[in-house]
C-alpha cells in the first residue's frame, strides 16, 4: 500500500494558525489536566492505523520511547504525514501535531512554531521522555518540510 492509498483526516481547519487556535479553544473547555489526557487518548483513537508494511525500523520516529511510524508524502506545495504509535497518549501527541502540519505547504510547515503546546500548558504536563519524543516528531516534521524547501 502506497501513501495515497490511506486517506488523511488532515487538515481540518484551513491554516496551522488555525489549528493552534482551535487547540486552544478545545483545551480551555476542560477543567483539569486528567480530563485534558483523557481528551488526548481520544483524540488519538480517530488517527487512522498505518499498514503493517509501514511499521517498519525505517518508518520509525527514533528519539521517541514509545513506538511511533511516520510516512511523509507530497512535495513543497502539499505535505501530508501519517503517523500513529503504540501509546494512546502519544497518538494523542501525533493528532495534534499532524492537525496543525499536516496537509500544509512545506514553507507554512517550517514558518509555523508549535505555539499550542505552550498555549495549552502541554510540555509542564508531559514526562521528560515524552517531552522529548514530541519534540523528535516536530523536528522531524520541519526538517521533512524544509527538504523540499
Not at 488532515?10 to 496551522?16: D, L, T, Y
Not at 495534534?96 to 505555539?115: C, F, K, M, N, P
Request: charged share 20%.
Amino acid at each position: 500500500m502506497n501513501a495515497t492509498a490511506l486517506a488523511s483526516p488532515f487538515p481540518i481547519e484551513a491554516s496551522a494558525a488555525q489549528a493552534q487556535a482551535a487547540i486552544r479553544d478545545e483545551f480551555a473547555f476542560f477543567g483539569d489536566w486528567s480530563e485534558r489526557y483523557q481528551y488526548l487518548i481520544d483524540l488519538g483513537r480517530k488517527l487512522p492505523d498505518l499498514p503493517a508494511e509501514w511499521k517498519t525500523e525505517e518508518h520509525r520516529l527514533l528519539g521517541c520511547q514509545s513506538m511511533v511510524w511516520i510516512v511523509v508524502e507530497g512535495d513543497a506545495s502539499h505535505l501530508t504525514f501519517h503517523a500513529i504509535s503504540d501509546s494512546a497518549i502519544v497518538s494523542g501527541l501525533i493528532y495534534l501535531a499532524l492537525r496543525v502540519y499536516s496537509g500544509r505547504s512545506a514553507v507554512e510547515i517550517v514558518a509555523t512554531q508549535a505555539d499550542y503546546i505552550a498555549d495549552i500548558g502541554l510540555a509542564k504536563h508531559l514526562s521528560p521522555t515524552r517531552n522529548n519524543g514530541l519534540a523528535s516528531l516536530l523536528a522531524f516534521i520541519r526538517e521533512q518540510a524544509q527538504r523540499r524547501l
